[in-house]
């Protein structure tokens, strides 16, 4: 069963700083893997999906890697706003997607 | 724009209540996916449908769940008898194809709806 886990789980950054979340997964054979954004109450948006064959996508300011071999991606958000304060979810797409549980990020003015 | 849409956005049942939550995925989207989303977790998967057949009903919890998409399109999910920890937020999700077994295409990210938070009492 794939187990994905994203870490931290939480983070607390002022206005203008670069985030770096991370996603780990414990089987390689994936075709893709998608980042969301959760906002409170809200369903999920999908940021960036990445395919298999790829490394990385890119997005204005956020930049996402895949390297499959070591079951990671880490999303980069750059000049971080408070409008980015939301939980950011990976879920990397085997038969299904299989989500971490989130990083839930806040962005201090 | 005519995105995932889902209703009600919000249940509250009593304990033992059936309950019935629909799904409107986008139009010529094959296929369609049920995920429940705990409190503090990422959504799980629940069950997965190619146009009108279920092809994959593994996470379904409980006997109590069912989802079914008659014509290839609007889906449903029943709750029966509903029990507390049932409480979740039940997300629905459309991509235009998935191709089992197959090379994953450009097709194959989904879109998901705002969610159905169903509460339990």
């Known amino acids: 069963k794939q187990e994905v886990t994203q870490i931290p789980a939480a983070l607390s950054v002022p206005e203008g700083e670069n985030l770096v979340l991370n996603c780990s997964f414990t089987?390689?054979?994936?075709?893709?893997l998608q980042w969301f954004r959760q906002d409170p109450g809200k369903g999920l948006t999908s940021l960036l999906l990445?395919?298999?064959?790829?490394r990385e996508q890119t997005s204005g300011r956020l930049n996402a890697s895949l390297d499959k071999s070591s079951g990671r991606s880490t999303l980069y958000i750059a000049a971080s706003q408070p409008g980015d304060s939301a939980t950011y979810l990976c879920?990397?797409?085997?038969?299904?997607?299989?989500f971490g549980a989130g990083t839930t990020v806040t962005v201090r003015a | 724009g005519a995105g995932v849409s889902q209703s009600p956005r919000y249940k509250v049942a009593k304990r033992g209540q059936d309950v019935a939550l629909r799904c409107d995925p986008i139009?010529?989207?094959?296929?369609l996916f049920w995920y429940q989303q705990a409190l503090g977790q990422g959504p799980e998967f629940l069950t997965y449908?190619?146009?009108?057949?279920?092809?994959?009903k593994s996470g379904l919890p409980s006997d109590r769940f069912f989802a079914e998409r008659p014509e290839g399109s609007v889906s449903t999910l029943k709750i029966q008898r509903t029990q507390q920890e049932d409480s979740a937020v039940y997300l629905c999700?459309?991509?235009?194809?998935?191709?089992?077994?197959?090379?994953?295409?450009?097709?194959?990210?989904?879109?998901f709806g705002p969610g159905t938070r169903l509460t339990v009492l």
């Open positions: 139009s010529g989207h094959v296929s």
């Open positions: 089987d390689s054979a994936i075709y893709n």
């Open positions: 990445i395919q298999s064959s790829q």
């Open positions: 879920a990397a797409w085997g038969y299904k997607l299989s």
């Open positions: 999700a459309s991509s235009l194809a998935f191709v089992d077994g197959q090379i994953a295409s450009s097709y194959n990210e989904q879109f």
């Open positions: 449908f190619q146009n009108e057949a279920q092809l994959d």
